[in-house]
């Protein structure tokens, strides 16, 4: 568990936001180490212990993507079970949700009482992020200790959920422009198979491919593989 430092130099925030953007840059097309951006965001906020990232896509259940540790995933799970707390609250309802102290909360009385016997933790910052259709997400701290969270915490952690919000958006536009991608070049491929083989034994489009098709079923393999080696043989492959 890391210890509450109360007067984190703004040197070492910057420092630690210069990391994140290095890890930020060096997100692949489908990847995103969350667990790292988590870390990050615990040592940057100055009196947070714990951190996690918690994501709903659309209707279904939220899940916790990452954590600094096994405390606020227990945190969370109460979350989730009892359907109340300031991460599903910032999550639909505002950008920022603080409690000074679990103990004494009136809001959330079934999820606080649960999560202070069960974890300790008092005091919580759950900031939402901006995602885009219909994926929802927040970034959280936790600390075992009361009134932990000031203005301070809530201005650098607000800074680091956008942050975690690029990110994610960012690793959906990329995953969906390499889809893309891959479905042009299918298509292309397919296209230029259907035509090898109207030429080949002179038949129509339609004919051409729907002996595609067929391969494709009967040899259990994708449709786009078919077409590749088509354009590689110049006719339907066999048997393997």
Known sequence: MREVNHALPLREVATEFGQLADVLAAVGADSLD???????????????????????????????????????????ALQYETGQGPCLDAITESDVRRTDDLALELQWPEFAQRAVVATGVRSMCCVRLHLDGDDRGALSFYAERPRAFGDMDVGVASLFAAFASLALRGVRYRA?????????????????????LMARRRITSDAAFEQLRRASQHLNRKLRDIAHEVTEIGDLPGPR
Not at 54 to 66: E, S
Not at 176 to 196: F, H, N, P, V
């Open 176 to 196: 969906q422009a390499a889809d893309l991608t891959l479905a042009l070049r299918s298509s292309r491929q397919i296209g230029m198979a259907i035509g090898i």
């Open 34 to 76: 969350a667990g790292r951006l988590v870390r990050f965001a615990a040592e940057a906020v100055p009196n947070a212990q714990h951190a996690a990232l918690t994501f709903v896509c659309g209707t279904r259940r939220p899940q916790t993507l990452a954590s600094t540790g096994e405390v606020p995933r227990r945190v969370d």
